[in-house]
């Protein structure tokens, strides 16, 4: 059964840095390097959004909102998701998500349906 554990989390000054981890249990075969995986966020109140999608050759996708300022990868020999966050403001405040679609060949479609394994989450706190 796979299992995705984040890591990373806590809390930041505006302006300030921090990096993500998500470690990948279960895969077998290499399914990890043939997955779509991405990142997510819900804030209080708020939808759950995407923030982050990365594909298995590691392409990349990303929200308006963190554009230019985060940046997501993949170790696939380690089985291991990334996302590092810079320049954070008060409004990235929320638990972060990492998400695993089933490994396949089919191209990543970046929308939250496709992923169907979630991590526990992991809060991010960016203060002004």
């Known amino acids: 059964q796979v299992q995705l554990v984040e890591s990373g989390g806590g809390s930041v000054q505006a302006g300030g840095s921090l990096r993500l981890s998500c470690k990948a249990y279960?895969?077998?075969?290499?399914?990890?390097?043939?997955?779509?995986l991405g990142w997510f966020r819900q804030a209080p109140g708020k939808e759950r959004e995407g923030v982050a999608h990365?594909?298995?050759?590691?392409?990349?996708a990303y929200g308006d909102s963190v554009k230019g300022r985060f940046t997501a990868s993949r170790d696939n020999a380690g089985n291991t998701l990334y996302l590092q966050m810079n320049s954070l403001k008060p409004e990235d405040t929320a638990v972060y998500y990492c998400a695993a679609a089933s490994p396949g060949p089919l191209p990543c479609l970046y929308v939250r349906d496709e992923y169907n394994r979630w991590g526990q989450g992991t809060q991010v706190t960016v203060s002004s």
């Open positions: 990365i594909t298995s050759d590691g392409k990349t």
């Open positions: 279960g895969y077998t075969y290499s399914g990890f390097s043939r997955t779509c």
